[in-house]
Structures are given as structure tokens and as C-alpha cells.
């Protein structure tokens, strides 16, 4: 009678083989996440900037619809003495100006968007980032990085003045809209038509400041991130 015998030992996995296995897992590891977060970093600039884009094409419009007319509460914010408002998209911080434009007024008072026309089209987030955010009477329309947007708005006819520019320079256009962008600790200087100082120091650093921020603007619509 022939016995069958069985082959106990199994070919595995050195030691060595191991280590390598997981030094080449490592190193791709290393070389895809930061590209994918490099993705998800640039994905969330882009729509920083449509969202810029989009709330100065809103005010346009409400504008061309109203005769001139800016999409804020007057009664709630005034321009200073060069003729700029500086509001903020949350709750409280913008005269209105996002319900107003997306015609979520309520209707106990004066409505502002008496067309009811929906200037700023913007689906709502459960959160407060990337859009449109509502909890109850409080609304406020966020950037991607969760913080809100910076709008300026000169009721002259020469444009809005740059905050960043110490010296005044007018950008040309009514509204300027702007992103914190990846700073999410910065907060958008208000410009008071002096020097800041910062800009009277001068200096390597200031230097460095005004070049950064020349860098990332584009016409109308702006995102920086402070130096500090």
C-alpha cells in the first residue's frame, strides 16, 4: 500500500522581498499624494475664481436691471470717502447683498430685487464652503477653503479702487471680488486711502508682498494669499 506524502513547506515571502515590497509602496505613496493633493489645491482655486467671477457678473447685472443701482442695503453700510463699500459674503457682513442677489429677500421690509430675478445662480451647501449656505435667515456664500468672499463696490463712475495698491490706483471696474484662497487664517486688507504700514517700511519683505499679490490678479477678480 503506497503512502502519499504531503509537502509541508510552502515557498513565502522573505524578509528582504518584504522590505522591498514595501519601500516601492512607500515611494509611490510619496509621489501620488502630493500630486493629488496638488489636484484637489488647483481644483479649489478654480472655483474660488468662478465664484469671484460669478458674484461680479450678479452685481452687473442687478445694476444694468436697477438703473445703476448696487445690490447692498444703504441703509446698513455707507460708501467712505472715496465712494467704496467694503462688504463680506456672510451673514450680517453683506448689506444683503447675497440675498439679494440670489432673491432670498425677505419680504417683511423694502425688497431691493423688486424683478425678483435671480442674479447669482448657486446651488446650497450643506456647509459653509464652496457656495451658497443657508441656516434659517442667516445666508452667506463661501469659498472653497469654507471662508467667505471680500466684494468691494465704488459707486463712482472711475471704478474701484485696489486695496492692495497704496497709491490709489483704480482698477476700472465698479466691483472687485475677492478669495482669501489657500490662507485660510488671511483676512482682505480694507483699503483707507493711506499708506499701510507695512508699505511705509518698505523693504525686502513688502517687496515680496506686492509682488505675490500682482501675481495671482487678473482684471476684475482677485485671489492672494497674506505674506506674513
Known amino acids: 500500500m503506497k503512502r502519499r506524502f504531503i509537502s509541508r513547506s510552502r515557498k513565502g515571502f522573505t524578509l528582504i522581498e518584504l522590505l522591498v515590497v514595501i519601500a516601492i509602496l512607500a515611494t509611490l505613496a510619496g509621489i501620488s499624494v502630493p500630486v493629488y493633493l496638488s489636484i484637489q489645491e488647483n481644483a479649489k482655486k478654480t472655483a474660488a475664481k468662478k465664484g469671484c467671477t460669478d458674484i461680479v457678473e450678479a452685481c452687473t447685472r442687478y445694476s444694468q436691471d436697477q438703473n445703476g443701482m448696487m445690490p447692498y442695503d444703504f441703509n446698513t453700510v455707507k460708501p467712505d470717502n472715496q465712494d467704496q463699500v467694503y462688504l463680506i459674503t ?4 453683506d448689506a444683503k447683498l447675497i ?4 432673491n432670498r429677500e425677505s419680504d417683511d421690509g423694502d425688497r431691493l430685487n423688486t424683478s425678483r430675478d435671480t442674479y447669482l445662480r448657486a446651488d ?14 442667516d445666508i452667506g456664500y463661501y469659498d472653497p477653503w469654507g471662508k467667505p468672499y471680500y466684494v468691494t463696490i465704488n459707486e463712482s463712475d472711475e471704478g474701484a479702487y485696489d486695496p492692495f495698491d497704496t497709491s490709489n490706483r483704480i482698477r476700472g471696474k465698479k466691483v472687485l471680488v475677492y478669495s482669501t484662497g489657500t490662507d485660510t487664517e488671511g483676512v482682505a486688507p480694507v483699503h483707507n486711502g493711506k499708506p499701510s504700514r507695512k508699505a511705509k517700511k518698505g523693504g525686502k519683505k513688502n517687496s515680496k508682498l506686492g509682488a505675490e499679490l500682482e501675481e495671482q490678479m487678473e482684471d476684475n477678480v482677485y485671489s492672494w494669499k497674506t505674506v506674513k
Open 90 to 93: 456672510e451673514n450680517e457682513k
Open 99 to 102: 440675498a439679494v442677489l440670489t
Open 124 to 137: 446650497e451647501q450643506q456647509s459653509q464652503s464652496n457656495g451658497l449656505y443657508v441656516k434659517g435667515d
